[in-house]
Each structure stands twice: as C-alpha cells, then as structure tokens.
C-alpha cells in the first residue's frame, strides 16, 4: 500500500522539526512525505534539507513564487503519485 502526506510550509521554523519527526516516526514506516515550501523566509527550508540528509523517505519542493495557503496544497497535488494520501500543515 502506497501512502503519501502532503505538508505545505511556510516560514514554519518554530514547529517544523518536530512535526516532520513526528510524521516519519509513525508505526506505518512505508510512506513518502512530500513537502512543497512556499517561499519561507525563515530557516525552515534548511532544517527540511537536513532532515532530508537522513531519512529518503523525505521530498522537498519549493514555489517559484509564494501561492499562498490554499494554491500552495493545490500545486502539491502535482507531487502526488500513491494510493492514499493524507494531507498536514
């Protein structure tokens, strides 16, 4: 079974690492966790980096341009290739 979440970010440097450890260390260990950051401006893109470093399971994609919230899930739809997917901010 093929499960993806979807976490879209935004300057979210406070919370991030806890709630990226937080999905990866569910008893369900086959999934991908695909992250679309939308433009932060704070240190939030490089603690995704380095988590990246150590766990593949871990996809990173970053805006061209800051969508907002709503277009933010929208364009990281287009990551999607599983069975189920479940979505977290």
């Known amino acids: 079974m093929k499960v993806e979440?979807?976490?879209c970010t935004y300057n979210g440097e406070d919370f991030i690492e806890q709630q990226i450890q937080s999905i990866l260390d569910q008893t369900h260990t086959e999934l991908k966790l695909i992250i679309v950051d939308d433009?932060?401006?704070d240190e939030t893109v490089k603690i995704i980096k380095?988590?990246?470093a150590?766990?593949?399971r871990i996809e990173f994609h970053q805006n061209k341009k800051n969508l907002g919230y709503f277009?933010?899930?929208l364009s990281g739809l287009?990551?999607?290739t599983?069975?189920?997917l479940f979505f977290v901010d």
């Open 78 to 80: 287009d990551f999607v």
């Open 71 to 73: 277009n933010n899930f």
């Open 5 to 7: 979440i979807l976490m």
């Open 82 to 84: 599983a069975d189920y």
């Open 50 to 52: 380095k988590m990246m």
């Open 39 to 41: 433009i932060s401006k």
């Open 54 to 56: 150590n766990d593949e």
